[in-house]
Structures are given as structure tokens and as C-alpha cells.
């Protein structure tokens, strides 16, 4: 049985492909996925899980080097916001359109949908290297 942090099979298979620039998002439960990206569907009810929680699990596994966020997430969702510059740390910020954000998805490996609720609980993840 596998020992580390992250259990789910679908997001630690997706992560053992992944290259430096590859791409994986996660996104709150309306978020729509575009048919080119694979779907890792988690949500079980409202706010399970939640967003903040699914990312530090994903980056307990992924080095990244660039996170991608809708510019309205900072007016809109604040807290959200925080709580992401937070996880990630020094990592680069790229902001775009919500509308956008929605049309680069269509380039990760896969999108993870969380039980999230809170507007603007999207990003966009972009692989680093590990030396």
C-alpha cells in the first residue's frame, strides 16, 4: 500500500507523467471541464472535499514552478486567494481571465473537480523539475 500523503491513484498517476510545463488544474464544483483534459472527479457533497485541502495534498507530491488564477479570484474570493499564496509559496503567479483560465484547461494532462463551493477556487498548476 502506498505510504506517502497522497492515496488517490487517478491524481498520483497523473503526477507520474508529468513533466516540467505540464499542466493540472483543480477547480471547484461548477468549474467546467473541457473534453480534452482528463476529468478526476472528487466531489462527494458540498465542500468535500474542499479545494485549499485538495491542493496541499497535490503539492505534498508536485513540484511546481508557476500557478495561473483568475484575476477576479483576489476581488471575488479573497480568503481563497490567501489561502493559495499561502501553499504555494514562492512560486510565480500568473493572472489571467476567469474566461481564460477556463480555455487553458483544455491544455493540463488532467483537471481535478473538488466539492468546492466558493467562487473562484480554480487554478491552474505548471510542473517545475526537482533538480
Known sequence: MKKATLLNSCISEEISKMGHTDAIGI???????????????????????????????????????????????????????EEIKKEIGDVLITFVTHEDLKKELKNCKAVIRTGEQTPYANVILKSGVVF
Open 27 to 81: 477547480g471547484d464544483c461548477g468549474l467546467p471541464i473541457p473534453k480534452e483534459a482528463r476529468r478526476i472527479d472528487l466531489a462527494l457533497c458540498k465542500g468535500i472535499p474542499s479545494f485549499i485541502d485538495t491542493l496541499k495534498v497535490v503539492l505534498s507530491e508536485l513540484k511546481i514552478e508557476e500557478v495561473v488564477i483568475a484575476s477576479e479570484t483576489k476581488e471575488v474570493s479573497p480568503k481563497i486567494f
